[in-house]
């Protein structure tokens, strides 16, 4: 018979050696057309299970631009260079997309009245989070 302490060390050495982090979401695209952008991120919402609609709203309120969702594509009413995006994109997941309490990326996002509701698949954790414009 095996004693506690083997089978302990045998656990630790399992976990220590997993590699990265399990949380990989898919880069968004962001081309130039005219005085447009456009930002593919059907892939990163089903991804992170949010709609692109709530991602739109928010990338135009932060951009201050007007835009439009056409098939999973998000086109903003001037020029933005992938990095500007890509930050926009990284404080939106911050807000509604990462546990406050344990920062667990399972989460799921429900809208109870006119306000949106984030609860942690991990943790139990439940909060609102900021209303969009």
Do not use: W
Not at 1 to 16: A, F, P, W
Not at 28 to 48: C, H, M, N, P, R
Request: net charge positive.
């Amino acid at each position: 018979m095996t004693d506690y302490n083997e089978l302990l060390g045998n656990i630790l050495k399992g976990k220590n050696s997993s590699s990265g982090n399990r949380f990989v979401p898919p880069d968004i695209e962001v081309f130039q057309q005219g005085q447009k952008t456009i930002v593919s991120v059907d892939k990163l919402a089903a991804y992170i299970n949010r709609p692109v609609k709530h991602i739109a709203k928010y990338l135009m309120h932060e951009l201050t631009v007007p835009g439009q969702v056409s098939e999973g594509k998000i086109v903003l009413g001037g020029r933005f260079s992938f990095k500007s995006v890509k930050e926009k994109m990284d404080s939106y997941m911050k807000e509604y997309l990462f546990c406050k309490q344990c920062h667990s990326p399972d989460t799921a996002m429900s809208k109870e009245e006119s306000n949106y509701i984030v609860k942690c698949l991990g943790c139990g954790a439940q909060y609102p989070v900021g209303r969009l414009k």
